[in-house]
């Protein structure tokens, strides 16, 4: 005896209408067309390039000629050459001041914008150096701060104080580029950890305010706790981008004072396309290709990004 109701009757024949679709139009067939473009270039333009640059980092290469199959002597030479060690310790250098200004910077902008304002010019003027390409923001601090006619210089020597070589220094020239970088990026930083700042829910403040908790003790025990899966998405990307640092060293100190600046990603461009060592300088590719992705999975690993304490 059917004793279904007419209301029951219809919302089965509606689910049957529903998983009786045409083959043509199956949610994978629709998902296909959005991944294959995207599958198509990651092959094109990350995944062939990198096994070709694998295959030349056991060549001896040049645009001149054929590559030589050699073997691991790139590696060996690789690893008894000082400039390159040299300039490892140095893009080291530059990564640790970029990364702790930069995060230190852009998490104190996000929390403030969140707990004070969220106007969307405000916003906008803290991204307006990041919209700067990177050769324009480095030639205008090299103007800024140049030793001679540099505006920062000129206001120095009015105050009575010491000119100062900032890209001209051995002890300088990195800590400056690294300040020039910060400067440009930290607005684009504190819009991801704003992002992040918007997930973490209301009452969790306003339970912790009940409390007695200031806000300095809810910053480091809600806010920062909160923010992990954020903040290691915000670091893998920061110390991927520093470690690959170029453009700014390219048109400012160029390497110099006495490699004091020449990064691994110069140096690489130096080998390949200043020296024809293409194959030499696809084997420092490779070195760093491994740097920055076990340093990724430690990041990963230790703040356990997967985690999130909302869940």
């Known amino acids: 005896m059917d004793v279904a109701t007419p209301a029951t009757r219809q919302a089965t024949k509606a689910t049957a209408r529903g998983t009786d679709r045409p083959p043509g139009k199956s949610d994978l067939g629709m998902a296909l067309v959005f991944i294959i473009p995207a599958a198509v270039g990651f092959l094109v333009f990350y995944v062939y390039p990198s096994i070709r640059g694998f295959y030349f980092s056991l060549t001896r290469y040049s645009l001149l000629g054929q590559p030589h199959f050699i073997g691991l002597a790139n590696y060996t030479k690789l690893f008894q050459d000082k400039l390159f060690w040299n300039a490892l310790v140095v893009t080291v250098e530059y990564v640790a001041i970029n990364i702790v200004l930069q995060t230190i910077l852009a998490v104190g902008i996000a929390v403030l914008m969140h707990r004070l304002t969220k ?11 990041f919209l700067i390409s990177n050769v324009i923001a480095a030639l205008l601090w090299f103007w800024l701060l140049d030793y001679q006619i540099g505006l920062v210089n000129e206001v120095m020597a009015g105050l009575g104080l010491n000119r100062v070589t900032f890209f001209g220094g051995e002890h300088t020239a990195i800590p400056t580029i690294a300040l020039v970088n910060v400067w440009r990026h930290m607005g684009y930083t504190a819009l991801l950890v704003f992002a992040g700042l918007q997930t973490i829910p209301s009452y969790v403040y306003e ?51 006495v490699n004091a600046s020449r990064v691994i990603q110069y140096y690489i461009v130096q080998k390949g396309f200043a020296e024809s060592q293409f194959g030499y300088a696809s084997a420092i590719s490779v070195i760093l290709f491994l740097i920055l992705a076990t340093v990724a999975l430690v990041q990963l690993r230790l703040l356990r990004a997967g985690d999130s304490d909302l869940a």
Do not use: K, N, Y
């Open 207 to 257: 339970a912790a305010s009940v409390d007695g908790s200031t806000e300095w003790r809810s910053f480091w025990r809600i806010t920062l706790p909160l923010l992990r899966p954020i903040l290691a998405l915000v670091m893998v990307i920061t110390v991927t981008g520093s470690f690959q640092v170029f453009d700014t060293v390219a048109v400012t100190t160029r390497g110099g004072p």
């Open 119 to 129: 106007s969307t010019l405000v916003r906008a003027v803290i991204l307006l150096p």
